[in-house]
């Protein structure tokens, strides 16, 4: 049972939870800026739960120094956004070991337990004391599994000495944009967005150009609106498929249009993230990029062990692309980690070695989202005003609530935008979720299905819970 009253503070990455700024914007998320934020709880009578977000007094410790010392931080660094799925995420940690009772779908995790022989290999590499530094673009016997996986099951022929291996597929994309993009290029990126392209394709003093999509297409790209933004500064395009935050699976037929297109520019090359692969839906089908005409000299394939084996602790992403690119980025790697941790590629080894897409394991895990999305699909589309594109893969939902924005709920506020009624939810309903203003959409809100059953059935009582008050004041 909670306390009648709490306190948390939590870092300044939260303040990315209130801000308001549009996704191309270059400045700082928000209005807070380096200073902490208050979270007081409080309960009433009734047991709920009440929370007010508010900014300390506190005075930041470079105020306190003296006014010789230069404590200023480098532009690159405060023109990045914070992520507001790390924010919420945090958020909603912090609330729970508070004592306040949160559903938590906010978080791109898999509920299951990493596979027993996944997890037996990583501490058997323990055991036999396989501790030390590996090889900085990964270890040979992790490369050489990496490179019969593509081949096999994406149709794409790499030597080892086209695989980095890296500490999780964040660092992969990021060493990638970095390598290939020159201050003044553009980066062209569909909305919604994985929050952490755009940034990093500022760090690599380059321009994110957002390209919306509409729930109607299912979120997905059309070649006409990217033919109309490729210009000569055009360097790179980030697709990600199955989507996060959509869940959308880009078609054979689709990606086949926009690589025609691409082969019309010179400069263009493809990040095509695929860390979802294997989350997928039947009938939908999978299709690496790299393998369509014309594209393999100019693809980056990005993947990992996190999403499909449950292996997000473990921070084990790669590379696959052209021999040139891929020494580039281990030439970055070298000098930022040097080679992901030794024991995490012997599990990652046996990840690849539970056999296509990885088995019946991986399948039983689907099987499981599915399930789980088939309830929230069905559920979620019950309520007026809702709008939903059936996701073929990953497991979010990425659901248009904006037909409730305008609204005025009691004891909270006005709810005008995804994040403020993103807050609405955890405020006042105790339910976790990323406002769509964080993907480049604000029309929406993301919610992660990864999670057990039970839990998403208490969820959806409470959403709708929360909602039923705002149709009195909003036509829907």
């Known amino acids: 049972m909670a306390s009648q009253s709490s306190a948390a503070v939590i870092s300044a990455a939260s303040a990315a939870v209130r801000s308001e700024s549009h996704p191309d914007s270059k400045k700082p998320i928000g209005s807070v800026r380096f200073q ?13 739960m009440s929370s007010r977000i508010c900014a300390m007094a506190k005075p930041n410790d470079a105020e306190a120094l003296p006014s010789s010392v230069d404590m200023s931080l480098s532009p690159r660094v405060q023109s990045l956004k914070p992520s507001k799925t790390m924010a919420i995420t945090d958020l909603a940690a912090t609330l729970v070991q508070s004592g306040v009772p949160i559903i938590r ?4 995790e898999p509920d299951f337990d990493t596979p027993k022989i996944v997890a037996e290999a990583g501490v058997n590499a323990i055991r036999e004391g396989f501790t030390r530094y590996s090889l900085n673009a990964g270890t040979t016997e992790l490369r050489e599994a990496i490179c019969r996986k593509l081949k096999e099951e ?7 000495n086209q695989i980095l291996v890296s500490n999780g597929a964040k660092q992969s994309i990021l060493q990638a944009v970095l390598a290939v993009c020159s201050p003044g290029d553009e980066v062209i990126i569909p909305a919604p967005y994985w929050v952490s392209y755009t940034e990093q394709a500022r760090l690599a003093d380059a321009t994110p150009v957002i390209i919306p999509t509409k729930i109607s297409d299912n979120f997905l790209l059309n070649p006409k609106d990217l033919e109309s933004k490729l210009t000569e500064k055009s360097r790179l395009l980030i697709l990600c498929s199955p989507s996060n935050p959509t869940g959308s699976v880009y078609p054979k037929s689709l990606l086949e249009e926009i690589a025609r297109i691409i082969a019309k520019h010179p400069r263009l090359m493809v990040i095509s993230d695929e860390i979802y692969e294997h989350i997928i839906y039947a009938p939908a089908t999978h299709t ?8 393999y000299e100019r693809t980056m394939t990005i993947n990992g062990f996190s999403k499909a084996f449950a292996m997000t602790g473990w921070r084990l992403g790669y590379l696959a692309g052209p021999k040139h690119i891929v020494a580039a980025c281990s030439k970055l790697q070298g000098q930022v980690s040097s080679g992901a941790s030794s024991i995490s590629q012997k599990a990652g080894v046996a990840a690849l070695g539970l056999g296509k897409a990885g088995g019946e394991t991986v399948a039983e895990m689907v099987k499981a989202y599915r399930e789980r999305r088939d309830f929230l699909v069905k559920s979620l589309s019950e309520i007026e005003g809702v709008k939903i594109s059936e996701p073929q893969g990953a497991f979010y939902l990425f659901i248009d609530f904006s037909s409730y924005y305008g609204s005025e709920a009691e004891g909270f506020g006005l709810i005008n935008d995804s994040s403020s009624l993103a807050l609405y939810f955890l405020d006042k309903f105790q339910v976790a979720m990323v406002p769509g203003d964080a993907f480049g959409d604000d029309s929406c809100i993301r919610i992660s299905y990864a999670t057990s059953l039970d839990v998403l059935q208490a969820a959806v009582e409470k959403i709708k819970k929360a909602l039923e008050p705002l149709r009195a004041t909003v036509s829907v």
């Open 36 to 48: 902490p934020l208050r979270l007081s709880f409080s309960y009433g009578k009734s047991g709920n």
């Open 105 to 108: 779908l906010a978080a791109g």
């Open 154 to 160: 994406n149709g794409l022929s790499y030597a080892p």
């Open 288 to 295: 690496s990029f790299a393998s369509l005409p014309d594209m």
